[in-house]
């Protein structure tokens, strides 16, 4: 059971990343994220010590849960297309739940800001792991399953690709209209469709 510091801390993580999905990085303020914890300010810095600190912490929080979450879904049950399509579900719930935005907003910030990149890299890099991580598996079985890929796609070459898309797609999904949103949505329903070509390839020959 957590105690009251604990508590504390919780709920200025909580105020700091209700902030930063709804006002973004440059309109963030102390003050105003412990009027919404209900803390005095000088708290924050206590625990935090500046605001950098803080809104890495925000990010190493959610990150802990949602990667957490993602390689317990690419190590469980399930084929290739039945994962993509998961992993498609948790990224409307990202969105939904502000943690996109937040990413994105830190993202930016870092471009200008020297200090907030070192830290904030480390963090989006865990992510590419994560992919790549489930990429090798997914390319080991088909090989076990006698589907060999040409030689210049590797799992490394898959994992960026797919990574880089996701990352762009986020942005552009942040800021763009309709006619992005469609074109995102088809060019993941392809994706499902190889990997369910895929996964057939490898029922015919388990």
């Known amino acids: 059971m957590k105690d009251d510091l604990a508590l504390t801390k919780d709920r200025i993580l909580e105020a700091a990343f209700q902030r930063l999905a709804r006002k973004g990085y440059a309109r963030l303020s102390v003050r105003e994220i412990a009027r919404d914890a209900g803390v005095n300010h000088a708290l924050i810095n ?3 010590r500046s605001k950098d600190q803080l809104v890495i912490a925000v ?3 959610a990150n802990r849960r949602l990667l957490e979450r993602q390689a317990r879904m690419y190590a469980g049950p399930g084929n ?10 948790f990224y409307k719930s990202d969105l939904a739940s502000g943690f996109v935005r ?3 907003e830190l993202w930016a910030a870092s471009l200008s800001n020297p200090g907030l990149r070192e830290k904030f890299l480390p963090r989006l890099v865990a992510w590419r792991k994560v992919v790549l991580g489930a990429v090798r598996d997914a390319v080991a079985t088909l090989e076990s399953n006698g589907v060999v890929l040409p030689p210049p796609f ?3 070459v898959i994992a960026t690709w797919i990574s880089e898309f996701w990352l762009g797609m986020e942005f552009v ?6 006619a992005e949103h469609r074109e ?3 060019a993941l329903d392809a994706m499902e469709r190889l990997l369910e070509w895929l996964d057939e390839r490898v029922q015919e020959t388990a």
């Not at 999904?173 to 309709?178: I, S």
Request: charged share 30%; glycine share 10%; no cysteine.
């Open 46 to 48: 206590y625990h935090f």
């Open 59 to 61: 990010l190493d929080e």
């Open 80 to 89: 290739f297309a039945s994962k993509w399509a998961e992993a498609r579900r």
């Open 102 to 104: 937040m990413q994105a």
């Open 154 to 156: 590797t799992a490394g």
């Open 173 to 178: 999904d942040l800021v763009g209209g309709r």
């Open 184 to 186: 995102h949505r088809a």
